[in-house]
């Protein structure tokens, strides 16, 4: 056996060199990606640091089917007394951005 690059080919065709295989093309499947989910948005958004008087736009986004959210207690909205609400001992109040 020789360690030659060259492959066997039928009688009358010149050899063919081996050349290593191409990566295979990822699958459509796995570039489709499943979106985060709100929960992990929002833990993600508690472990960055916000500037101090922050606006909309340094405000984390969540997102959720094309919709686009920031937390409610990160606005500064003047003469706001907050929301009082058993909702709040279980969850987060999200206000949807509309542009």
Known sequence: M???PLSPSPAGFPP???TPC????SSVFSRLSQPK???KQLEEAAV????PNPTIENLPKITW???RFVQEDLLARKGAKGRKSW???HGTFLVELNY
Not at 48 to 51: C, D, H
């Open 2 to 4: 020789s360690n030659s």
């Open 16 to 18: 063919t060199t081996l």
């Open 22 to 25: 191409p990566t295979p093309p």
């Open 37 to 39: 989910t709100v929960a």
């Open 48 to 51: 960055g640091a916000l500037p």
């Open 65 to 67: 089917k094309n919709r």
């Open 87 to 89: 909702i709040r001992s």
